[in-house]
Structure formats: C-alpha cells, structure tokens
C-alpha cells in the first residue's frame, strides 16, 4: 500500500506561483506513476499531470501546460508540481495519486489517494 500526503496549498493571487508536494509512505510494491489531480467546487474531479517512476515522462492537462510542472525525487519518495502564472480558475483541491507502473498510466487507472491540500486563487 502506498500513503500520500499533500502539503505547499495556500492562498496566492493570480499570477503568483505555489508549489505543492507529496510525500509517499508505507509499503510501496515495485515501480509507481505519480500525479496530481484537482476538484473545484461543483466540478468533477479532473487531471492535472502525470508523471513516470523514472521521471522521464510527463503528461499535462491543457489547462495547464506551459503553467505547471511536474516532477519527482525517486530518493525522497516524493513528487512536486509547480505551478506559476496561476489563474482564479485554477482554485481547487489538489489531489496527489499514484498508479503501480512503470510508465505513464491512463489517466483513469491512478489507485492511491492523497488527503488533498486546498489552493486558492484570489483575483
């Protein structure tokens, strides 16, 4: 089982820039992806980005792409997604995920769950 914890959520004004983190715990089995998601009050959940065990491969919402970054320290268990140029739209919960495999998953198949951290967007 994986544990994930979320943490760098806050309040910034648009244009700003926020980084978030998650720390992966517990039993880990073999190779894992690793994403970030957001749920906006009264939408659905939805996909920000994606990214490899290796950290070689990445995938981004077109929300999002050329805003956000994703990126991962295999040694610390851990992911990051930096976010600049942020937007009043981009206000959401932020949800790390991990997927058991080695390359990039679909974008349905992530299994493990943060808790979420909240970002907030003033304008």
């Known amino acids: 089982q994986v544990q994930l914890v979320e943490s760098g959520g806050g309040l910034v004004q648009a244009g700003g820039s926020l980084r978030l983190s998650c720390a992966a715990s517990?039993?880990?089995?073999?190779?894992?992806?690793m994403g970030w998601f957001r749920q906006a009050p009264g939408k659905e959940r939805e996909f920000v980005s994606g990214i490899n065990w290796s950290g070689g491969s990445t995938d981004y919402a077109d929300s999002v792409k050329g805003r956000f970054t994703i990126s991962r320290d295999s040694a610390k268990n851990t992911v990051y997604l930096q976010m600049s140029s942020l937007k009043p739209e981009d206000t959401a919960v932020y949800y790390c995920?991990?997927?058991?495999?080695?390359?990039?998953?679909?974008?349905?198949?992530?299994?493990?769950w943060g808790q979420g951290t909240q970002v907030t967007v003033s304008s």
């Open positions: 517990g039993r880990t089995f073999g190779s894992y992806a």
């Open positions: 995920a991990a997927a058991l495999s080695h390359y990039l998953p679909l974008r349905n198949k992530y299994a493990y």
